[in-house]
């Protein structure tokens, strides 16, 4: 399973061993794999600021979170027929998600802890809000370059009723520059092409006698043309026009091949920024929320569990019953977040008796 519940409860007194109950209670039945989630001694503030900065924070989440996804998304779309292959080339500090996220440790140098949580908070927003900035720039740029040579290929392989001809006609194959004559293509099914050899001919007294050719469609010279089971396309010979297609599908072949590299370098540096960034604005989050929930001074421990899919209700039933002791109200309120109850909104299905975040590191529509 790729999501992940980061929780925490208060230690004091007559509750030291926290994390071992926890785990132990967890792990046994085999509810959840457990780790516990290192945050280091962050600048507190007022507790006025901390009720501020927490809904600015899980605005902050919800926008970070969504970079990463755009990211991920973009990495795969961009390796087109090998996205299967994106999720093992997107890392967070060279190792797999998972494993950064399991083992975390806080980033001194990106986010120091002497700085306020307002000062951190500002510092990701601006790293986030400028890889976004320069994801839509990069985007745009190759996008154009992509959806050009897409169009030329698709002329290239489509019907014959639309298709580019360069690869199929040259000039030998029409009359130019003549006063009475002028070269028709038609397109003729198979099944009709032995028809077409004994009746072209006969379509006008001003088709020339044995004009036609094969050329995938079929070619022949004449001034007026009326049709019985076949289709004309109207097309005007020229060679500039012709070189010039092939010439576009060369250079936009040629520009797409060096924009890739690039780029996929650049998504893999930022995509690995901007995940760290959204893991560090959970441990934010953990942090002011447990400030709140427990008071000062600051005793808790963060937790990170790995839910099994199957048992998912029961792991919320074990906490519940665990840390019912924090909040009895929530606990006794407390209902299975993937049910569809009337009235209940999100915000309030998440709240339990301890600080609870979910985190999916399942970043991909495809499957």
Known sequence: MTEFWLISAPVDKCNQ???ERMSTVTEKASLSNNFQFSIPDLKVGTLDSLVGLSDELGKLDTF??????KLAQY???V????KDKAQENLLANGVDLQRYLTYFQWDMAKYPIKQSLHNITEVITKQI???????????????NIKGNLQNLERKAVGSLLTRTLADIVNKDDFVLDSEYLTTLLAFVPKSNYNNWQRTYESLSVMVVPRSTKCLVLFQIILIIMFCFRFIVREFYYSEEKLDAEKEELTRLSADKKQQYGPLLRWLKVNFSEAYIAWIHIKALRVFVESVLRYGLPVNFQAMLLQPSKRTIKRLRD???????????????STVDANMDIPGLNVSQQDYYAYVYFKIDINLFDFK
């Open 75 to 77: 990495t795969a779309d």
């Open 79 to 82: 390796m087109e027929d090998t």
């Open 129 to 143: 809000s400028q890889i976004d900035a320069d994801l839509k720039s990069r985007s745009v740029t190759y996008n």
């Open 64 to 69: 970070v979170e969504g970079i990463v996804k």
């Open 318 to 332: 074990v906490l519940n019953a665990l840390f019912k002791h924090l909040d009895e109200v929530a606990a006794a």
């Open 17 to 19: 061993q926290i994390w």
